[in-house]
């Protein structure tokens, strides 16, 4: 599986971007797919996930109600809509691929994209 990610970009604070991850190869039937991201400095850190077989969607409390993701089964796409930007929130984000139905918080990625940087300025 190869991931590829876009949708980055310079944005006001208070602004909105919306990423895009497109999934290709051998996706199998059943996946889940999510963001991370890795502000300068910091530690790679969980964004949102969504999982194909429930459709259920996981946030981290930082993003909660800013944040939406969502996916396009028949591309193999999923979306971060990303509203109410901060300067907190610039960051690489790196979009994420699991070979499961159901994302699973406690297990990390299987497969990693290339990043795209988002910077939201003040």
């Known amino acids: 599986v190869q991931l590829q990610a876009s949708g980055g970009g310079l944005v006001q604070t208070g602004g909105s971007l919306r990423l895009s991850c497109v999934a290709s190869?051998?996706?199998?039937?059943?996946?889940?797919m999510g963001w991370f991201r890795q502000a300068g400095g910091k530690e790679r850190e969980f964004v949102a996930a969504i999982s194909l077989r429930t459709d259920s969607t996981y946030y981290a409390d930082s993003v909660k109600g800013r944040f939406t993701i969502s996916r396009d089964n028949a591309k193999n796409t999923i979306y971060l809509q990303m509203n109410s930007l901060k300067p907190d929130d610039t960051a690489v984000y790196y979009c994420a691929f699991q070979y499961s139905g159901i994302w699973y918080q406690s297990r990390g990625p299987d497969v990693w994209g290339q990043g795209t940087l988002v910077t939201v300025s003040s």
């Open positions: 190869g051998r996706t199998s039937s059943s996946y889940a």
